[in-house]
């Protein structure tokens, strides 16, 4: 959203705005959970709350809500919602066990730092719009070879896997 309102005010280089990564969206419960369960383990018994980030500000807090109903799931679930700031504070609610289970990004659960389960559903890309993760290059940039050495080194096989590794999907 960012990247694209630069662009659109001006600021940004003709052409130069890149999309390096799309975000997956993940159930996480911080324990031990079978990935087969899907949307099964909405019904676990002990579920009393599932954390959600602010679906109006939060790009995985709308991918949330959009799967949630796209699983018909929006209504049995609203009175159990808690709802952080971002996904940061999701992951706080549910590795604190405030709340069972939490929706966020792969990455948090892959991070090296997670010293709790790494168990999660990968929740189907079908029931929510793509997490679009975009950079630019502004122009007060433009003489930056930095920032331009930066740009290029996004684009190569060895970013694209990191970025991989770290649980994005790449174009």
Same mark, same amino acid.
Do not use: C, D, K
């Given at each position: 959203k960012h990247p694209a309102l630069l662009e659109k005010e001006g600021l940004v280089l003709p052409g130069r705005r890149i999309?390096? +990564?799309?975000?997956?969206?993940?159930?996480?419960?911080?324990?031990?959970?079978?990935? =087969? *369960?899907? +949307?099964?383990?909405? =019904?676990?018994?002990?579920?009393?709350h599932v954390a959600i980030a602010n679906p109006?500000?939060?790009?995985?807090g709308r991918a949330a809500y959009q799967a949630m109903c796209a699983m018909g799931l929006w209504r049995a679930l609203k009175s159990r919602i808690v709802q952080g700031d971002d996904v940061g504070?999701?992951? =706080?609610?549910? +590795?604190? !066990?405030? !709340?069972?289970?939490g929706f966020l990004a792969l990455a948090q659960v892959l991070n090296p730092k997670n010293t709790f389960s790494r168990d999660?559903?990968?929740?189907? *890309? *079908?029931?929510y719009d793509p997490i679009v993760q975009d950079m630019v290059l502004l122009k007060k940039a433009e003489n930056n070879s930095a920032a331009h050495a930066f740009v290029a080194f996004m684009q190569t096989v060895q970013a694209r896997t990191l970025i991989q590794q770290a649980g994005y999907k790449v174009k």
């Open positions: 999309t390096y +990564a799309v975000g997956r969206l993940v159930v996480w419960s911080g324990r031990s959970m079978s990935p =087969q *369960e899907g +949307a099964q383990i909405f =019904q676990r018994p002990g579920i009393r109006a500000t939060a790009p995985y504070q999701v992951f =706080q609610f549910v +590795a604190s !066990a405030n !709340a069972q289970l999660y559903w990968l929740v189907p *890309e *079908e029931f």
